[in-house]
């Protein structure tokens, strides 16, 4: 009987169950570890989640609190303007800064609650349009997009057949404007056009909103009328900020210059689509736990001196 080779295949054998051994060990602690990490990941991510969520219960008390006890003037120089400071946690902090987005010009406002064209919405949105660079047409194809038929208002609206032709097709939502982003969906407003406008646009739920004057830029300010100079009101908007001034009423603005050399049809129209006071606020949220930071944003609604949350994202901003 040959014993040796019998030796030497039993030793293989053993030394390939070893390696087998060691390899299924190695599996099991990697394994481990995975699970571990996406646990731990898992409990950062929740504990952000409630982190942010008490900085937004912060924010509307805030606004809360302002509805109760300031009046029905809204301006930026008051508590709820301010940044808030960063708040320390176990491993981390949480900041925040609340934006009024009533300063904003609203599209949703661009149809009215019975499906039809805001006329004079309309006619400011398509001045804001040519401040910024963009056609003034396209008005029609954001009013395509929330209005429920299937016909297009102009020559540059646009409605389903025009958004299924295009290389990755979709449809139109007629139905309003939950996201101030959805506009990146809609004709004429691709890429780097959708930035031309998007720091004078809202997406308040309220279609009935209108622009607090005393937060709005002076871009979309300066669309009011093509004869008013950007700069002029830039400098006046400055100069009221430093002084601590703000609007009590719409008819304030009228009175002192550049805006007191609008007609009385402009002041007419706007005047339906002005206001001093807020209602729809954006809080941007930072949290940051160890080397990890984490933004999100809240959509809220003051309404009755109550506020609710209108929506929620966790994407950078």
Do not use: C
């Amino acid at each position: 009987m040959n014993i040796k080779p019998q030796q030497g295949v039993a030793l293989i054998t053993i030394l390939v169950m070893v390696a087998l051994a060691t390899i299924l060990a190695a599996t099991i602690a990697k394994r481990q570890a995975n699970t571990a990490e996406n646990t731990a990941y898992l409990m950062r991510q929740n504990q952000s989640l409630l982190y942010a969520k008490s900085a937004e219960a912060f924010f509307s008390e805030l606004l809360v609190d302002d509805a109760e006890n300031a009046g029905n003037i809204d301006y930026l120089q008051e508590n709820w303007a301010k940044p808030m400071p960063a708040f320390p946690v176990e491993d981390g902090f949480i900041a925040g800064t609340l934006e009024d987005q009533s300063g904003k010009f609203n599209l949703n406002s661009l149809v009215n609650t019975d499906g039809t064209p805001n006329p004079q919405a309309k006619a400011w949105f398509e001045k804001l349009l040519l401040r910024v660079g963009l056609p003034e047409k396209l008005s029609e194809a954001v009013i395509d997009w929330q209005d429920a038929d299937n016909e297009t208002i102009g020559s540059m609206g646009a409605e389903a057949s025009y958004y299924q032709g295009l290389p990755q097709g979709y449809l139109p939502a007629n139905s309003k404007f939950h996201r101030v982003e959805e506009l990146k969906l809609v004709r004429g407003f691709e890429g780097k056009k959708y930035l031309q406008i998007a720091d004078y646009v809202s997406a308040d739920p309220n279609v009935d909103t209108k622009v607090n004057i005393n937060t709005a830029p002076a871009m979309l300010l300066a669309s009011l009328d093509p004869k008013l100079d950007i700069n002029t009101v830039q400098q006046l908007l400055q100069q009221r900020q430093a002084n601590l001034e703000y609007f009590s009423s719409v008819n304030e603005l009228w009175e002192i210059e550049p805006f007191r050399q609008l007609g009385a049809e402009v002041r007419s129209e706007a005047g339906n689509l002005l206001d001093v006071k807020s209602a729809y606020f954006k809080a941007r949220i930072e949290v940051q736990l160890g080397e990890r930071k984490r933004q999100f944003s809240s959509d809220l609604v003051r309404k009755d001196k109550a506020v609710y949350v209108a929506s929620r994202s966790m994407a950078p901003f």
